[in-house]
């Protein structure tokens, strides 16, 4: 997956957390789709939220590892011109 896509599935992802986080309600479906989302970034969802670990505490986990991605301005021109295409 190229990295462009990374950065904006983890950027929904922690949408859909931060929702959750204030106080939304995420249905089967949701988790179910969050799960797949994590997938395509190489996170699992039981890792991200283990039995011992707090909702917060598992969005910080997902922060972090987006905070570790170098956002070039070569990716952000490559998700404008791919919008542009749509």
Same mark, same amino acid.
């Given at each position: 997956? *190229? /990295?462009?896509?990374? !950065?904006? $599935?983890?950027?929904?992802?922690? !949408? !859909?957390? !931060? #929702? %959750? $986080?204030?106080? +939304?309600?995420?249905? *089967? +479906?949701?988790?179910?789709?969050?799960?797949?989302? @994590?997938?395509?970034?190489?996170?699992?969802?039981?890792?991200? %939220?283990? #039995?011992? /670990?707090? @909702?917060?505490?598992? %969005?910080?986990?997902?922060?972090?590892? %987006?905070?570790?991605?170098?956002?070039?301005?070569?990716?952000? +021109?490559? @998700?404008?011109? +791919?919008?542009? @295409?749509?």
């Amino acid at each position: 997956m *190229r /990295d462009s896509k990374k !950065a904006v $599935l983890y950027v929904v992802i922690i !949408a !859909a957390l !931060a #929702e %959750f $986080l204030l106080g +939304e309600d995420i249905d *089967r +479906e949701g988790w179910e789709e969050l799960s797949d989302a @994590l997938g395509m970034v190489g996170m699992d969802l039981n890792e991200v %939220f283990t #039995e011992n /670990d707090s @909702l917060l505490f598992g %969005f910080q986990k997902v922060c972090q590892e %987006f905070g570790k991605m170098k956002i070039t301005e070569e990716m952000i +021109e490559e @998700l404008y011109v +791919e919008d542009q @295409l749509e």
